[in-house]
């Protein structure tokens, strides 16, 4: 079955701590997305990237980082310097990056740091 | 950057009603989705539909690119249906293929 999957679904970790969500996707896609929602909002732009080993910042990428080495992976980390990085953080992917092509979405990891 | 905006916030209706969402967009766009997001937080593709009209099942979409506007139609509504409706867009002169989304419509769907 072809799709974009995220590990882990829950996320716990202690404030001061590094974490990385993982994405990987088997659609051949050539680009890949992080999205963060918070509650009761839309999704805003983290990193996208449009091919392997490039990638480039979303609106609000302060306090994350990412690598593409892979086609398949997208991992997102989250650092310390993220000021509030509890939220619902979604992974998504499209055929490429240039003009209007469908974007698919996977089931997503929410964040909880104390 | 482009500005969605999307109406109503909130939405109730009774089992069997029909409704229509709207999206309103402020530049041209060569992309626009519509996503349903489930209680589980899934991001479902309704639609990719930058421009005319499309029809799935009890869901239809029209969007009105000259007019900047596109809205979702859900007739016979099922409680299934409840969830976050989301609008999705690209503007022509976005770099790349990042979509900036609306705030959502969230629907209730009461038996």
């Known amino acids: 079955d072809g799709g974009i999957t995220q590990s882990p679904k829950y996320l716990f970790r202690k404030e001061g701590q590094n974490v990385t969500l993982s994405c990987e996707q088997n659609?051949?896609?050539?680009?890949m997305y992080w999205y963060r929602q918070d509650p009761g909002q839309g999704l805003r732009l983290i990193y996208y990237s449009q091919i392997v080993n490039d990638f480039q910042k979303g609106d609000i990428a302060e306090g994350y980082s990412v690598s593409r080495e892979k086609k398949e992976s997208f991992p997102l980390t989250v650092t310390s310097a993220q000021k509030n990085p509890t939220a619902f953080y979604l992974c998504?992917?499209?055929?490429?990056?240039?003009?209007?092509?469908?974007?698919?979405f996977g089931p997503g990891t929410r964040l909880t740091v104390t | 950057g482009i500005q969605v905006e999307q109406s109503p916030p909130d939405l109730i209706l009774q089992e069997g009603a029909n409704s229509t969402l709207r999206c309103n967009f402020s530049d041209s766009v060569n992309n626009l989705q519509w996503f349903h997001q489930n209680p589980w937080g899934q991001l479902i593709n309704l639609f990719y539909i930058p421009s005319g009209t499309k029809q799935n099942g009890r869901l239809s979409a029209t969007t009105v690119a000259t007019e900047r506007y596109s809205l979702l139609y859900i007739s016979s509504s099922q409680t299934t249906d409840s969830g976050v409706y989301f609008c999705?867009?690209?503007?022509?002169?976005?770099?790349?293929?990042?979509?900036?989304f609306g705030e959502g419509t969230q629907l209730t769907v009461n038996p």
């Open positions: 998504a992917s499209s055929i490429t990056a240039s003009g209007g092509y469908e974007q698919y």
């Open positions: 999705a867009v690209k503007g022509w002169e976005t770099s790349g293929s990042r979509l900036t």
């Open positions: 659609l051949n896609h050539d680009a």
